[in-house]
């Protein structure tokens, strides 16, 4: 009983992780171009992923859905990286989508509070 | 020593042991197939190989410069396994990766090999057989009652057809044979091994560090679990195997049974035999078709037989299970529940009422004190052939010319209470209603004749072949005065006094003499 209930606990947070990693991705892009070690670094910091391998799936859809682009950049150690920049769609895909989480996350905070 | 290959991951080279190539190839195959049908797959797997050269690099160094496999392991924990990805639980360990190959099997029909459904054709995929095998053996199954057909039919029904290109990979699958199941079974303990490895150097580590831990009982109680969960594996193949056993014994029993495989049954160990189509033809033939019936009676036993089979085989094979297989056979059961009660109360309705009829035989009074009693000839049947009937209760099969059936009747003499000889016959059968059973009696014809002091019972009694059986029965009662004797001639009779109470078969004339509690016999 014990690892049934919890098994379905760290699932729902995993599904709620991922509805709002595709705007942290979009947000770290946005402040910065980054590779995809930078970016895993952020969000291995906000416990936001567990294993590297979620994150490419998410960059290539951003880029194929035109919110990215990236250019290769020569590296000192290891091969040439792949840095992803933000596009004019993505930044007005961000401008929405962040006002859109604030007002989600006071919401549910009034609720749960 | 161990071997090592050069290879090239994302454009850099690396030297890596032989095992832990293997490990890493077989990680990368298992991303490929999970991201297969995602779009831009060859980005992410562009992406995933560069950030895996990134990771490789940074385990070499100036004293190190091959990759072990303790590094690919590593790797993978980083990186993640394909299942994580789908649901990104929090679980940090790695699972096992031959899970994931294996468990995409399915039964399609297959349409690129067809002659009437593709059913053979899917079947063979599945199995990796050659359709012509299984098409020969649907069609011997159908001389065995058919009842090869209406499987087809139903796998034809229940069963997708392979469209897409994935459906019809999934269709072939991984081979399903003997040695798979041996390496499958091989591939878990040696998994088992290294984790119980891996378990006594973690554990090692964690004693190293903090004895106080509770992670090392946790690692014994997981290694504990892998134990049990092979031998429990091994167990399923087992009960799946005498599943499959037992199933395939029920349904040769049960086929003998309905189709009369092996010609006749044996119903009790003296009243002889008959085959189950021919009991079912005498009870039903007249009134319906029994098709009907054995269907039912297919559908009700046959399904669980299939589950039995179906079930065995799963274990065994450990394939995914077929879509909506047991709720359809479930529901074609139903419907065979459903055609069986219908006919139950039909047949009940045949045979609900009854009716008897008995008779005082006038006869003119012995003149001696001995009466005769014999069998008159046997008529049509010569007794010769009267081994090759079809007995069924008291009836026996037989079609002379006027396609009469044979009714053997039960004969007894008792003490008569007066000083009179008396000849009672007593018939009895059934009908939908009480006057349906009379007509049905008054075609019963049984005769008894005296020729001086001999009563002639008739051996048979008969009905016409185009009434069908109801449980006609046919009782003549002898009453014969105290003191008198009765000559029994050859044939079969009832001898029932004080001490006994059985039916014996005379050779030749015996002399009885009545008494009070029945036949005495005379010295």
């Not at chain 2, 065979?336 to 008995?358: P, R």
């Not at chain 2, 009693?373 to 069924?392: A, C, H, R």
Request: with cysteine.
């Amino acid at each position: 009983m014990y690892y049934i209930c919890c098994m379905n606990i760290e699932n729902q947070k995993a599904q709620m992780r991922k509805g709002v990693l595709e705007l942290c991705i979009l947000s770290i892009i946005a402040e910065q171009d980054a590779y995809a070690s930078d970016i895993i670094e952020k969000l291995k910091e906000a416990k936001l992923i567990i294993v590297e391998g979620t994150l490419y799936p998410l960059l290539t859809r951003l880029k194929n859905d035109g919110l990215t682009t990236y250019r290769w950049e020569e590296s000192n150690s290891g091969p040439p990286r792949k840095y992803f920049q933000i596009t004019d769609i993505g930044k007005a895909v961000l401008n929405d989508l962040k006002p859109g989480w604030r007002e989600l996350a006071v919401a549910v905070e009034k609720i749960i509070a | 020593m161990k071997k090592t290959v050069n290879i090239n991951v994302s454009g850099i080279i690396f030297h890596i042991d032989e095992d832990a190539y293997t490990k890493l190839n077989n990680y990368l195959e298992s991303l490929k197939s999970h991201f297969h049908s995602t779009e831009g797959s060859n980005d992410i797997i562009d992406d995933i190989e560069a950030r895996i050269a990134e990771l490789l690099q940074e385990k070499l160094g100036q004293t190190k410069q091959v990759i072990t496999i303790r590094d690919v392991n590593e790797v993978i924990v980083v990186m993640g396994q394909p299942s994580q990805f789908a649901e990104d639980d929090t679980h940090g360990e790695t699972a096992p990766s031959h899970k994931t190959s294996s468990s995409s099997k399915r039964f399609y029909r297959d349409p690129d090999n067809k002659v009437i459904g593709g059913v053979c054709g899917g079947i063979g995929a599945y199995l990796h057989w050659d359709p012509v095998i299984i098409r020969i053996l649907f069609i011997i199954s159908l001389f065995a009652g058919g009842f090869g057909a209406l499987l087809y039919l139903i796998l034809w029904v229940v069963i997708p057809e392979a469209t897409t290109t994935t459906e019809k990979l999934e269709m072939r699958g991984e081979k399903v044979n003997i040695s798979n199941i041996e390496k499958s079974i091989q591939e878990e303990v040696s998994s088992l091994k290294d984790q119980l490895k891996n378990l006594t150097e973690t554990t090692k580590q964690n004693l190293r560090r903090s004895g106080a831990s509770p992670s090392p009982i946790e690692q014994v109680l997981k290694g504990v679990m892998e134990v049990l969960r092979v031998f429990g594996r091994i167990l399923l193949i087992i009960i799946g195997i005498v599943l499959v056993l037992v199933g395939i014994s029920f349904f040769i029993a049960f086929m003998a049974v309905v189709f009369g495989w092996g010609g006749s049954i044996l119903i009790d160990s003296d009243v002889l035999i008959m085959s189950f189509p021919s009991s079912l033809n005498l009870i039903l033939g007249c009134s319906f078709n029994p098709f009907f019936i054995q269907a039912s009676l297919l559908i009700l036993f046959g399904i669980p037989i299939i589950l039995i089979l179906y079930s065995g085989i799963k274990l065994i094979f450990r394939f995914e299970g077929i879509r909506y297989f047991g709720i359809t056979l479930f529901n074609i059961w139903l419907i065979g529940l459903v055609i069986g009660v219908f006919y139950s109360f039909k047949i009940y309705n045949l045979v609900k009422a009854d009716a008897t009829d008995q008779q005082r035989i006038e006869i003119t009074q012995p003149v001696s004190d001995t009466i005769h009693l014999s069998y008159s000839d046997w008529g049509p049947i010569d007794e010769l052939s009267l081994d090759t009937y079809e007995v069924f209760d008291n009836i026996s099969l037989y079609k002379d010319q006027e396609r009469n059936y044979y009714l053997i009747p039960s004969v007894r003499v008792e003490p008569a209470k007066g000083d009179q000889v008396e000849v009672i016959k007593r018939g009895f059968a059934r009908g939908k209603s009480a006057s349906e059973a009379k007509t049905r009696l008054s075609m019963v014809r049984y005769n008894i004749q005296q020729t001086g002091d001999t009563l002639f019972l008739d051996h048979v009694g008969t009905f016409p072949q185009d009434d069908c059986w109801r449980g006609q029965k046919i009782m003549v009662t002898v009453k014969v005065p105290e003191g008198k004797y009765v000559a029994l001639s050859k044939g079969e009779w009832r001898i029932e006094n004080e001490y006994s109470f059985y039916t014996r078969i005379l050779d030749n004339t015996k002399l009885y003499q009545m008494s009070s509690s029945g036949l005495d016999d005379v010295e």
